[in-house]
């Protein structure tokens, strides 16, 4: 008898009779082609990810490699529409899957329509700001207003102060910037309310030179003139500069200074190092014609004598 019992309990035959019952059917039938779906489904979403890195990995190098100094527009729209496609796919290719695995399952679709109203309309007020982000996105991309590696600033919604830097990542819900110090700006979309792009086609470098008002401003605006002229042959300029920097005039007169104005039309991106290398040129410049002096901390361009001056204050 116990013999018996213990062959009519055996482990093969309880493992046979597991996989030819009703949750050993499930589990080869529907079960396995559930699993199967799901693996395909991951490998899938890495195969797209996969083919997005690599697509924005060959956009790098062939800025890198180029002797562009800067990305061009084409390019930084392909990066960002490559990271928009990728992650447009991953979403669809899930969606899809859940429909199937909802397939196998048989799952009556008539009897969800009333629950999936009611989620569907507590989503709807609840993801309102998700749709406003992926609705702004979506524009921001099509309409190039900025692209991967564009300098920009944006003002967004309940932000005092603007968030500026470098794009690192555009996708329809987030805008990424990492500033000048480092640091990452996560910005949804939907709270941009306006952008400042300031590498765009091109930009302009702006110094603006102090010069006291005893100074000879034709003196001074001839050597201003002869910086402007040779800017275009210096070695770390020549290649940031579109054109010759040009001298605006006076921008503006105080007290003991009036302030001239110099701009130049440079790379996009680049406003700021051919500023500081202007700057530099000017000062030197400056220097060598004797408008800053040792002794003095005040540009003197055949300025008046001190004692004339004295004098001019004293009757004044």
């Known amino acids: 008898m116990t013999s018996s019992g213990y062959l009519a309990f055996s482990p093969p035959q309880g493992w046979h009779d597991f996989w030819h019952g009703p949750i050993g059917e499930w589990i080869l039938t529907k079960g396995l082609r559930i699993t199967l779906l799901l693996?395909?489904?991951?490998?899938?979403?890495?195969?797209?990810?996969?083919?997005?890195?690599?697509?924005?990995?060959?956009?790098?190098?062939?800025?890198?490699?180029?002797?562009n100094l800067v990305r061009t527009e084409a390019s930084k729209h392909r990066q960002a529409v490559a990271s928009v496609i990728s992650w447009v796919s991953i979403v669809l290719l899930f969606v899809v899957v859940a429909m199937q695995i909802t397939n196998i399952l048989d799952v009556p679709v008539g009897s969800l329509v009333a629950p999936a109203a009611v989620l569907g309309a507590a989503l709807g007020f609840g993801a309102q700001k998700l749709v406003q982000d992926l609705l702004a996105?979506?524009?921001?991309?099509?309409?190039?207003?900025?692209?991967f590696g564009d300098l920009v600033q944006v003002n967004m919604l309940g932000a005092p102060d603007a968030a500026e830097g470098t794009v690192e990542e555009v996708t329809l819900r987030v805008t990424k910037l990492r500033t000048s110090d480092g640091?990452?700006?996560t910005v949804p979309n939907g709270n941009i309310v306006r952008s400042l792009n300031m590498s765009k086609d091109w930009?302009?470098?702006?110094?603006?030179?102090?010069?006291?008002?005893t100074a000879d401003l034709n003196r001074v605006n001839e050597v201003l003139q002869e910086v402007g002229g040779a800017a275009t042959e210096d070695r770390m300029l020549k290649d940031l500069l579109l054109d010759q920097p040009s001298l605006?005039?006076?921008?503006?007169?105080?007290?003991?200074?009036?302030n001239l104005r110099m701009v130049a039309r440079t790379l996009p991106g680049k406003q700021f190092e051919a500023g500081r290398r202007l700057r530099v040129l000017v000062v030197r410049a400056l220097g060598k014609?004797?408008?800053?002096?040792?002794?003095?901390?005040?540009?003197?361009?055949?300025?008046?004598?001190?004692?004339?001056?004295?004098?001019?204050?004293?009757?004044?």
């Open 39 to 67: 693996i395909s489904a991951v490998l899938a979403a890495r195969f797209i990810n996969w083919a997005a890195m690599r697509v924005t990995r060959r956009l790098e190098e062939g800025f890198q490699t180029g002797e």
């Open 203 to 213: 930009a302009r470098a702006v110094v603006d030179i102090p010069i006291p008002v």
């Open 289 to 316: 014609a004797g408008v800053v002096t040792p002794t003095e901390s005040t540009p003197v361009v055949e300025g008046l004598p001190h004692t004339a001056r004295s004098s001019e204050r004293s009757g004044g």
């Open 183 to 185: 640091e990452v700006f």
């Open 137 to 147: 996105g979506f524009f921001i991309i099509t309409e190039k207003q900025y692209g």
């Open 248 to 258: 605006m005039g006076v921008e503006s007169i105080g007290l003991d200074n009036v």
